[in-house]
């Protein structure tokens, strides 16, 4: 993560985004960016994140499973560069009620990715662009929305802001930073601001 090079799973290389392509960014957390252990409901609870994100994340947007699976295949597409031609939904039915009862497969060139194997994708891709399970799973939309009440609800400073404010701090130019990935950019954001305060102080 801190070289931007791409993590390997399963032989599939998984490549971070960079600042230049940050629509991915928003595609990311559009697509794992959801707290699924928030929803007090067992068999949302005990299934895979991607049946979660087909069935419950589709319909609280007030679309469909097959838009999201085409998300799902733009966004693969784009962090392991293969073609979309070669990304394949497969499914089958099994003898189970609910949400069990069918079964999804993504087949990457070749390569069978199982609905459990989407959850590891889904932890690798969120940490190695700047967020993690762990962050996304502890998000409690009812605190979030007490915390801008009471904070006036004030809203973050844009990516663009941040962009160019680490410009002006390291005197880089945008053409510099647009292949930074956004765990670089994050971290070297972070840092540049601490020492900034610490030269303040």
């Known amino acids: 993560d801190v070289f931007g090079f791409p993590q390997e799973y399963k032989g599939i290389k998984l490549y971070p985004i960079k600042l230049k392509d940050s629509s991915y960014q928003d595609l990311l ?9 928030y929803i007090a409901n067992r068999e949302i609870l005990r299934t ?24 799902v295949r733009e966004f693969l597409s784009h962090v392991t560069k293969v073609e979309k031609e070669n990304i394949l939904w497969k499914w089958k039915e099994n003898n189970a009620e609910g949400l069990e009862a069918v079964s999804f497969q993504i087949v990457l060139n ?15 891709v969120l940490e190695q662009n700047a967020s993690g399970i ?8 009812d605190l979030e929305k007490s915390l801008a009440i009471a904070n006036g609800n004030s809203s973050d400073i844009s990516l663009t802001d941040e962009i160019f404010t680490l410009c002006a701090l390291l005197k ?3 053409k510099e930073v647009e292949e930074y990935t956004f765990f670089q950019f994050r ?3 972070e ?5 900034k305060e610490y030269d303040m102080y």
């Open 29 to 37: 957390y559009q697509l794992f960016g959801h707290p699924k252990n």
């Open 48 to 71: 895979s994140y991607l049946k979660f994100l087909l069935y419950v994340v589709s319909g609280n947007a007030e679309s469909t499973p097959e838009i999201y699976m085409e998300f």
């Open 110 to 124: 070749g390569i069978e990715l199982e609905e459990h194997d989407i959850d590891n994708i889904r932890e690798i």
């Open 134 to 141: 762990k962050y996304i799973e502890d998000f409690n939309p």
């Open 172 to 174: 880089l130019s945008i």
């Open 187 to 189: 971290s070297i954001l």
């Open 191 to 195: 840092k540049t601001l601490i020492l």
